[in-house]
């Protein structure tokens, strides 16, 4: 009879931070550990340990037998870019974590070093209102048919010109050519 998985599955492989900052020495202050998700990528991601603080007993029992729970503050480096110190505490239960052993560091900060990212395109500051939404402003009798452009500020493979900046990706709205020109025929 074959077995029957129950449950939901995760891609976590690993271990958790706090099983590996708890057996190195002042917590692992000036480690490396890498998310095994992060491995998909061909730019470097890893962190590197600032402070680590565990919250042992707290007076309670039981409440913290694993030691899952503590303070870790890390210098992220995501995609070749370096994003800074981040409190990574509220993703330190996950057992997605690994210690880059000494040896292998060099190899990790020779890759951030000599990584080239990828270039940031530059949007237009506006862009042209779908044919539908057009209509209607139009009709109501505005004067403006073209839209703010927007980007999310955590969205760094974009970002929008200044004033006076060429624009490297041109964006067009419209129906396009449809692959049954027939069928559209008569319409406006």
Same mark, same amino acid.
């Given at each position: 009879?074959?077995?029957?998985?129950?449950?939901?599955?995760?891609?976590?492989?690993?271990?958790?931070? &706090?099983? #590996?900052?708890?057996?190195?020495?002042?917590? %692992?202050?000036?480690?490396?550990?890498?998310?095994?998700?992060?491995?998909?990528?061909?730019?470097?991601?890893?962190?590197?340990?600032? /402070?680590?603080?565990?919250?042992?007993?707290?007076?309670?029992?039981?409440?913290? *037998?694993?030691?899952?729970?503590?303070?870790?503050?890390?210098?992220?480096?995501?995609?070749?870019?370096?994003?800074?110190?981040?409190?990574?505490?509220?993703?330190?239960?996950?057992?997605?974590?690994?210690?880059?052993?000494?040896? *292998?560091?060099?190899?990790?900060?020779?890759?951030?070093?000599?990584? /080239?990212?990828? =270039?940031?395109?530059?949007?237009?500051? /506006?862009? =042209?209102?779908?044919?539908?939404?057009? #209509?209607?402003?139009?009709?109501? %009798?505005?004067?403006? /048919?073209?839209? @703010?452009?927007?980007?999310?500020?955590?969205? &760094?493979?974009?970002?929008?010109?200044? =004033?006076?900046?060429?624009?490297?990706?041109?964006?067009?709205?419209?129906?396009?050519? @449809?692959?049954?020109?027939?069928?559209?025929?008569?319409?406006?």
């Amino acid at each position: 009879m074959p077995y029957q998985l129950v449950g939901r599955t995760h891609t976590f492989y690993g271990r958790r931070l &706090w099983e #590996i900052v708890g057996r190195l020495k002042n917590f %692992g202050v000036g480690r490396m550990v890498v998310r095994s998700r992060f491995g998909r990528y061909p730019e470097p991601c890893f962190y590197r340990i600032i /402070t680590a603080e565990p919250y042992f007993d707290t007076g309670r029992p039981h409440m913290d *037998e694993d030691n899952m729970r503590g303070k870790v503050l890390v210098e992220k480096i995501f995609r070749g870019k370096n994003l800074g110190v981040m409190d990574i505490s509220k993703a330190a239960y996950k057992t997605d974590f690994r210690l880059i052993h000494k040896h *292998e560091e060099a190899k990790y900060l020779k890759s951030y070093e000599n990584c /080239t990212c990828q =270039e940031v395109n530059v949007l237009p500051r /506006t862009i =042209e209102m779908p044919p539908l939404l057009k #209509i209607v402003a139009e009709r109501e %009798g505005h004067a403006h /048919t073209a839209l @703010p452009m927007q980007v999310s500020t955590k969205n &760094w493979k974009y970002r929008i010109a200044e =004033e006076g900046e060429q624009p490297t990706v041109e964006l067009e709205s419209g129906l396009g050519t @449809p692959v049954s020109p027939h069928l559209y025929q008569g319409l406006r």
